[in-house]
């Protein structure tokens, strides 16, 4: 059992859009409404696009840009707070982080789509 779920964690890792399905079609079976069951996909692949970025970046490159990564979340979050904190003129932490975690998945949701291109594009035109 615990190879099984390595196993499954690893595919996830790699492909984050099966955890985003993967999520999906098992939140619309408990709970069945599709906008409910797309932010929870939503919510629980952020975290395996994050990391899938982060190899993605260490095979292109060779180097590791974890803590580049998490300096500019961090960052990221603290400009949304900030922004957030001076349009309503007060500071909810849950719909701040709620605003930070989407905005997560678009951006390394996109940066995934954008390193898995031009990874493939390099090598196949190193191998020609």
């Not at 709970?31 to 929870?40: G, T």
């Not at 990564?69 to 849950?94: N, P």
């Amino acid at each position: 059992m615990g190879e099984l779920l390595a196993r499954l964690i690893a595919t996830f890792v790699t492909v984050p859009l099966f955890a985003f399905f993967f999520v999906y079609f098992c939140a619309r079976k408990v709970w069945k409404r599709k906008r409910k069951s797309f932010y929870a996909a939503v919510n629980v692949s952020t975290l395996f696009f994050i990391v899938a970025v982060h190899y993605l970046l260490i095979i292109l490159s060779g180097k590791s840009y974890l803590l580049y990564i998490i300096l500019f979340l961090l960052v990221m979050h603290m400009l949304i707070a900030i922004g957030y904190w001076r349009k309503k003129a007060d500071f909810h932490l849950v719909p701040v982080f709620r605003l930070f975690w989407r905005a997560s998945f678009l951006l390394f949701s996109s940066l995934y789509v954008g390193l898995l291109v031009y990874g493939m594009v390099t090598r196949v035109l190193a191998n020609l």
